[in-house]
């Protein structure tokens, strides 16, 4: 079924787990994507930069992916990562993606608060959920970069007030992330996560998950992440492994013998953070 960013965070709260939020970069990697997370029993947010959105389009993508979704009968969300533009987040929901989020991590604090109101405004009375950011995240994405000088951890105070004058349905938060981070992994500031969630009322998220050590899924999880972002360790994967296929092929050889490949690295990576993502090993989980 197609799903808003609402309706799966709220399942995942209710089965102490958190939902992958897995970045596509082309129509071919997405089917085996979803039907990852078919065999692994688990919602799936798929999601796009603007910049693949516009490469793709964004109704042939929620004409995909709604297909997909409803002949596979798995959850899916699509949404759209890290729009800074209104008109092109109005252009997402518009042609249907159901959840978009609102980067204004950049703005000063009462900015990023009025523009964030302004795409909830929007996006709820459509259906659409609205993920918001505090604090920076480090590395790059799509160009823009930030540098470890400049990341600036959430404040536990701000998220407080933030979510209350926003009525954002997710809030990502920076927490020693990175972007981008696939050679080394990250010292994530569990002690910080802790304080937020103890007084944040709203679904949590991690960007920079390539960069997060998987030993420390569970504490995450179990402070109030329910959504968590992958997107790096897929790109790597599907290119080395084209890479090879395409230098093996004889030209004249259908592509297929080199994307499907590709698609299925990509298939087995996703399998395997929504394994780790289910949490099995919560004690919540345990007592069912
Ligand atoms: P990575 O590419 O570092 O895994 O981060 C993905 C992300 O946070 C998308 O917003």
């Known amino acids: ?22 970045n596509t970069h082309n129509l071919e990697m997405l089917p085996e994507m979803i039907r990852a997370a078919k065999e692994m029993g688990a919602p799936i947010i ?6 693949t959105a516009k490469y793709i389009g964004y109704k042939v993508l929620v004409a995909v992916v709604k297909e997909i979704a409803e002949d596979e009968m798995v959850d899916v969300v699509l949404h759209l990562d890290h729009a800074r533009d209104f008109n092109e987040i109005k252009a997402a929901i518009d042609a249907g993606y159901s959840s978009v989020m609102y980067d204004g991590s950049h703005l000063p604090f009462k900015e990023n608060i009025a523009k964030t109101q302004a795409v909830v405004e929007y996006a709820h009375p459509r259906g659409v959920s609205v993920e918001g950011e505090l604090g920076t995240i480090g590395g790059t994405e799509e160009g823009i970069s930030v540098a470890e000088d400049d990341k600036v ?7 407080v007030e933030f979510v209350k004058a926003t009525d954002v349905d997710a809030l990502a938060i920076a927490i020693g992330t990175n972007h981008g981070q696939f050679k080394s992994k ?3 500031n569990i002690p910080l996560l802790k304080e937020i969630h103890a007084v944040v009322d709203c679904p949590l998220v991690i960007h920079g998950g390539t960069g997060v050590k998987e030993e420390d899924y569970p504490e995450l999880i179990n402070n109030g992440i329910r959504k968590f972002n992958v997107g790096t360790e897929l790109l ?3 290119t080395k ?3 090879d296929s395409f230098g093996e092929t004889e030209v004249n050889k259908s592509l297929r013998h080199n994307v499907i490949p590709a698609n299925i690295a990509v298939k ?15 004690p919540i989980k345990q007592t069912i």
């Open 186 to 188: 990250t010292e994530v």
């Open 236 to 238: 790597v994967n599907w």
């Open 46 to 51: 798929i999601q796009t930069s603007i910049d």
């Open 1 to 22: 079924m197609y799903k808003n960013l609402k309706q799966v965070t709220e399942t995942a709260e209710a089965l102490n787990m958190t939902i992958g939020a897995f």
């Open 241 to 243: 492994t084209a890479k």
């Open 153 to 159: 951890y959430t404040r536990p105070e701000d998220a």
């Open 268 to 282: 087995n990576i996703v399998k395997h953070k929504i394994g780790l993502f289910m949490n099995v090993e919560s």
